[in-house]
């Protein structure tokens, strides 16, 4: 890694901690950092720019959330992604996202909702016509925020906070596979026509085989299959 990280001494930017942090953690989300690479600290400042200590601090809290861990007296390592977890991340992640199409659905869709959940399922087609990760990823994401924001409930939002890092990374390895991803967007745009039908049942089911797919696709990379 070579970025170097502009700092700017404008009021209001965020602290170098922040920037070193931010820019470690989008590399590591989005697969540039993939899983196994080993970050040491005087190499990652020379690269960025800055002193060892916001990139030591960095280090710390993305060692909190799992993202890498000690790897002997070279450094830390990105975190490997093992079936195991996959699994059981996506446990959580299916029971969330089913809970999150459910109450959506329980609610009235205005007419602005429904023009802005079909520009995300246009948005995301056409990032996936286009072939860049970092688009394909972010209208990924865009969607599933939206499906939250619909179910009225701010705290499934806040539960899903501590694990989504991990998840965009999942989704960002899913992306590298040539898994045709078009299903994605199929399975997309049925969970969001449930909720717009008012048919929260089956807007629950379609989320939680959404959640099961992906994770059986991630776990049969994961085992060479």
Same mark, same amino acid.
């Given at each position: ?7 700017? =001494?404008?009021?209001?930017? &965020? ?19 993939? &899983? ?17 200590? =916001? ?7 993305? %060692?909190?959330?799992? @993202?890498?861990?000690? $790897? ?16 059981? @991340? ?11 199409? %459910?109450?959506? +659905?329980?609610? =009235? ?5 429904? /023009?802005?959940?079909?520009? @995300? ?5 056409? +990032? ?9 990823? /972010? ?25 989504? $890092? ?5 989704? +960002? ?6 898994? &045709? ?18 048919? &929260?049942? %089956? ?6 085989? $959404?959640? %099961? ?6 776990? +049969?990379? @994961?085992?060479?299959?």
């Amino acid at each position: 890694m070579t970025t170097r990280i502009p700092i700017s =001494p404008v009021a209001g930017t &965020p602290s170098l901690l922040d920037q070193v942090y931010n820019h470690l953690l989008e590399a590591i989300c989005d697969c540039r950092l993939q &899983p196994g690479t080993v970050l040491r600290q005087e190499e990652l400042a020379r690269n960025l720019g800055v002193s060892r200590q =916001p990139v030591q601090q960095a280090l710390q809290l993305l %060692r909190r959330q799992r @993202l890498v861990h000690e $790897h002997g007296r070279s450094g830390v390592q990105v975190a490997p992604v093992e079936a195991v977890f996959v699994r059981q @991340l996506y446990e959580v992640r299916g029971a969330l996202d089913a809970c999150a199409a %459910r109450l959506a +659905a329980g609610r =009235p869709c205005s007419a602005g909702d429904v /023009a802005t959940g079909q520009r @995300l399922i246009d948005q995301g087609r056409a +990032a996936l016509r286009s072939g860049v990760l970092t688009d394909r990823l /972010a209208a990924d994401v865009r969607f599933h925020s939206f499906i939250y924001e619909l179910s009225g409930n701010p705290l499934l939002d806040e539960a899903a906070a501590s694990y989504w $890092h991990h998840i965009r990374r999942l989704i +960002a390895l899913t992306l590298r596979t040539e898994h &045709p991803m078009h299903a994605v967007w199929d399975d997309h745009a049925a969970i969001l026509q449930a909720i717009v039908d008012g048919e &929260p049942g %089956r807007a629950e089911q379609l989320a939680i085989e $959404h959640a %099961r797919n992906n994770a059986r696709l991630l776990v +049969a990379r @994961l085992e060479g299959g």
